[in-house]
């Protein structure tokens, strides 16, 4: 695919680096969301810059729309990038208990400074990052659910922050903070694409369904036997794959079989999650 020319304004870049300093300095804990189904794809390589000394869950969301065994490669690569990484569904409750006990042991360094100055044990203040789209409301509104409560304003800070009481040992900042998405390349800017991180505008459908075809014939050839009832997909070119499913589901243009009205379902149903998990990049080894 062809490079494109897309870029945020380096106006756009240096508000994101002023807001997410001045929130980085009063947390404990960096929660850094990242789609399960394009970890790297979906950082920033700006948070490393500035909040390289923050402790850092890094949270793999989407998880249940991802490849789980791909997901667990992903496991193991952050934690041996020094992380500590959590993979979950941000809509359940069950992602709460997992990113509590995964913040704790990374407070040592917090505890032992308490235990010094002969403090009583803190709570930790966390906060969430990460790209458009990546889930960062949806995790603070289940974070904030029933139990919690706001913690109210720090007293003396002129635009307060609102904190939200997971435990009483847990608060987390009521907002986000949102890094710019990051795309060097034709092939990560598709990945944002797809995951639907970047406005759909901005790569033509028909590229971007090439694109995801070319993976999925590649990796997940079963999710396009079973969805679309293409037998013999070694057979059939790319775009023969898209004409077949224009008429399975009937998507026509003056009573021809539409490869761009296919294009358009083909995204939407992998986005939507309903082509089955799958995950568009494998961990480093
Ligand atoms: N399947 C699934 N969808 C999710 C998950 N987390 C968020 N979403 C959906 O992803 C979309 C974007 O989420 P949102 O929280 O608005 O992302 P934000 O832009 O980072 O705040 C919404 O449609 C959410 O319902 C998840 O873990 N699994
Ligand atoms: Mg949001």
């Given at each position: 695919?062809k490079?494109?020319?897309?870029?945020?304004?380096?106006?756009h870049?240096?508000?994101?680096?002023?807001?997410?300093e001045?929130?980085v300095?009063?947390?404990?804990?960096i929660?850094?969301?990242?789609?399960?189904?394009?970890?790297?794809s979906?950082q920033?390589?700006l948070?490393?810059?500035?909040?390289s000394s923050?402790?850092?869950?890094?949270?793999?969301?989407?998880?249940?729309?991802a490849?789980?065994?791909?997901?667990?490669?992903w496991i193991?690569?952050?934690?041996?990038?020094?992380?500590?990484?959590?993979?979950?569904?941000?809509?359940?409750?069950?992602?709460?208990?997992?990113?509590?006990?995964?913040?704790e042991?990374?407070?040592?360094a917090?505890?032992?400074k308490?235990?010094r100055?002969?403090m009583?044990?803190?709570p930790?203040?966390?906060?969430?990052?990460?790209?458009p789209?990546?889930?960062?409301?949806?995790l603070i509104n289940?974070?904030?659910g029933?139990?919690?409560?706001?913690?109210?304003?720090?007293?003396?800070?002129?635009?307060?922050?609102q904190?939200?009481?997971?435990?009483d040992?847990?608060?987390l900042?009521?907002t986000?903070?949102?890094l710019?998405?990051n795309?060097p390349?034709?092939?990560?800017?598709?990945?944002?694409?797809?995951?639907?991180?970047?406005?759909e505008d901005?790569?033509?459908?028909?590229?971007?369904?090439?694109?995801?075809?070319g993976?999925?014939?590649?990796?997940?050839?079963a999710?396009?036997?079973n969805?679309?009832?293409i037998?013999d997909?070694?057979?059939?070119?790319?775009?023969?794959?898209?004409?077949?499913?224009?008429?399975?589901?009937?998507?026509?243009?003056?009573?021809?079989p539409s490869?761009e009205?296919?294009a358009?379902?083909?995204?939407?149903e992998?986005?939507?999650?309903?082509?089955?998990?799958?995950?568009l990049e494998?961990?480093p080894?």
């Open positions: 695919m490079q494109q020319n897309v870029h945020y304004f380096p106006g870049m240096q508000k994101a680096r002023r807001v997410i001045s929130y300095k009063i947390v404990d804990l929660i850094e969301l990242v789609d399960a189904r394009a970890p790297l979906s920033n390589p948070l490393n810059q500035l909040a923050k402790p850092r869950v890094v949270l793999l969301a989407k998880a249940d729309l490849d789980p065994a791909v997901t667990e490669g193991e690569y952050f934690r041996s990038q020094g992380y500590a990484p959590v993979a979950g569904d941000l809509k359940k409750g069950k992602i709460v208990k997992a990113l509590v006990q995964a913040s042991p990374l407070m040592k917090k505890r032992e308490e235990k100055l002969g009583k044990k803190q930790i203040r966390a906060m969430v990052i990460g790209i789209n990546v889930g960062k409301s949806t289940n974070l904030g029933k139990k919690a409560a706001a913690v109210g304003n720090k007293a003396g800070v002129t635009r307060a922050e904190w939200i009481k997971l435990s040992d847990f608060t900042l009521d986000p903070g949102i710019p998405m795309y390349d034709g092939a990560q800017a598709v990945r944002l694409a797809l995951l639907g991180s970047m406005r901005v790569l033509p459908t028909e590229d971007l369904a090439y694109a995801l075809l993976y999925l014939r590649g990796n997940y050839p999710i396009l036997k969805r679309f009832d037998a997909l070694c057979a059939v070119s790319s775009h023969e794959t898209l004409i077949a499913i224009a008429s399975r589901r009937g998507l026509l243009e003056n009573g021809t490869t009205k296919s358009y379902l083909l995204i939407k992998f986005k939507d999650g309903l082509l089955g998990p799958a995950s494998v961990a080894c």
